[in-house]
């Protein structure tokens, strides 16, 4: 229905039946030829008790009993048209037109065109043919039934993109709820290990000052160092969870400019690769893009104790292909795997792995134990 029974409308189409229903028996004492049945206005004064009813209870019905409303609606009118349509053509065409506003606001296109049609033969094998009550009744009822129609193609698509908002809040809640999981997965890897790591190493220090006073002055100055190093790599940490407002136009230049930063920050040299070819991403998997290099870049610095970095980016017909070498130890494995791979067998960066997921690229893992690794990414443009 298109207004709500709590609201204002009910009331409103209530007293305008009563004023209808009120005013016909007066016109058709005045207007009708005395010999007209007391049945006519015995109906009638039923009507009105029914109109009365209706507007004091101040809602609409629903369901069977607003179909029967609709009903006794269309048989009222039925009755001032067989009853004198001819001499009463205004009384009869008005409460038409409130007839058809009732049925389009409240009930469906069914309903409508049921009544348009019902109406509409009635009025043409009247005995003496109520030619104007007819045309009048043909001509609203095709008006109202185009209504009544675009009303419902309007409804579905209200309908239709409603559901595609709870289709696009579920996908928000589910990024949502995977990113909460991945920084809380990063976050368990990273500053909390350290964190935890030095919490341990405080615990030997204590116990050491207690047996050696020199012996801990010197520990405490590698944990001072030690804390020195975790600061650092919290700031990196925080730093590469910071979005960066960028296009697919300045990937390339961004992703740069993150180098550089990382260079900077971890005194790790960078070597930089990039297609002077703009990339043409959509604005969030550029994004995802650039916090995989960031990512791949932190872990270098967290794990691979490197000297040395080289980043490439280079874009080919159907896909950008992005890279991440290190001169580092490498990982605890050897070989080249892919992400399947990875995944079955459980190795990998994880954050790496899922953002790998999320833009369906192809993920290369090489590893060289003691000379270093290298990480490949292909993401599909098309």
């Known amino acids: 229905m298109l207004f709500s029974p709590q609201s204002a409308w009910p009331r409103y189409v209530g007293w305008l039946r009563v004023l209808l229903a009120t005013v016909a028996p007066a016109a058709s004492y005045l207007l009708l030829p005395s010999g007209v049945a007391p049945m006519f206005y015995g109906l009638m004064a039923l009507y009105l008790a029914y109109a009365l009813v209706v507007a004091l209870r101040g809602r609409s019905h629903t369901g069977m009993l607003g179909l029967l409303a609709l009903f006794g609606d ?5 009755i001032m048209a067989s009853y004198g349509a001819d001499r009463m053509l205004w009384l009869a065409s008005a409460f038409y037109l409130f007839l058809l506003g009732e049925a389009i606001a409240s009930y469906s296109t069914v309903e409508v065109v049921v009544i348009v049609a019902v109406c509409a033969v009635f009025c043409a094998v009247l005995p003496y043919g109520a030619l104007v009550l007819e045309r009048t009744v043909i001509v609203a009822g095709v008006l109202a039934c185009a209504f009544a129609i675009n009303k419902r193609r309007q409804g579905l698509e209200i309908e239709r993109l409603r559901e595609k908002l709870l289709e696009a809040e579920k996908a928000a809640e589910k990024a949502r709820e995977l990113e909460r999981v991945r920084i809380a997965s ?12 030095l919490q341990m190493r405080l615990e030997i220090l204590r116990k050491l000052m207690d047996r050696d006073m020199n012996a801990g002055l010197a520990d ?6 030690l804390a020195q190093t975790q600061v650092r790599d919290l700031r990196t940490f925080l730093h590469s969870m910071r979005p960066v407002d960028v296009d697919g136009a300045n990937l390339v230049a961004t992703a740069r400019r993150a180098a550089e930063s990382f260079q ?23 994004q995802e893009v650039l916090q995989m290099v960031r990512e791949a870049l932190h872990n270098v610095q967290k794990h691979a104790g490197a000297t040395r970095v080289a980043v490439a980016m280079e874009k080919t017909d159907r896909a950008l292909e992005i890279s991440v070498d290190d001169n580092g130890h490498g990982f605890g494995f050897a070989g080249s795997y892919s992400l399947e791979e990875l995944e079955l067998l459980r190795l990998g960066p994880a954050s790496l792995k899922r953002r790998a997921r999320s833009l369906n690229a192809d993920l290369l893992l090489e590893s060289r134990p003691g000379s270093g690794s290298g990480i490949k990414f292909r993401i599909p443009l098309t």
């Open 264 to 286: 900077k920050e971890s005194g790790i040299p960078v070597t930089f690769l990039g297609t002077n070819s703009p990339v043409g991403l959509p604005a969030e998997m550029t």
């Open 74 to 78: 269309t048989v009222f009118f039925l």
């Open 186 to 197: 990063d976050f368990h890897d990273g500053p909390l290990q350290s964190f935890i790591s």
């Open 220 to 225: 405490l100055k590698q944990l001072q160092a």
